[in-house]
Nanobody, 115 residues
Framework: QVQLVESGGGLVQAGGSLRLSCATS????????MGWYRQAPGKQRELVAG???????NYVDSVKGRFTISRDNAKNTVYLQMNSLKPEDTAVYYC?????????WGQGTQVTVSS
């Protein structure tokens, strides 16, 4: 069982920055992969960024060059640094973790970008 707790969402103007944090209840290096997803009203949940156990990262095209996923093994925390935010980034952001065949989700944190 893995518990994920997100924080760091909020309201920001276009062009601004936010950093999301996802604290895990399990040592992060025992988790196969972690990622950030988002879901905007009326849209499907999409993968925004992922990071593997080996540190390989991947991003959806719309955030490349603006968002950075990273992790701090000592703090068992994964971050999503979001820069140059756009109104279309507005969504609920969810932390996700895969441990073997199991998948876990956080409760989500709202990010709202005003124009």
């Amino acid at each position: 069982q893995v518990q994920l707790v997100e924080s760091g969402g909020g309201l920001v103007q276009a062009g601004g920055s936010l950093r999301l944090s996802c604290a895990t209840s399990r040592r992060i290096f025992s988790i196969n992969s972690m990622g950030w997803y988002r879901q905007a009203p009326g849209k499907q949940r999409e993968l925004v960024a992922g990071i593997s156990l080996g540190g390989k990262t991947n991003y959806v095209d719309s955030v490349k060059g603006r968002f950075t996923i990273s992790r701090d093994n000592a703090k068992n925390t994964v971050y999503l640094q979001m820069n140059s935010l756009k109104p279309e980034d507005t969504a609920v952001y969810y932390c996700n973790a895969h441990v073997g065949p199991y998948e876990y989700w956080g409760q989500g944190t709202q990010v709202t970008v005003s124009s």
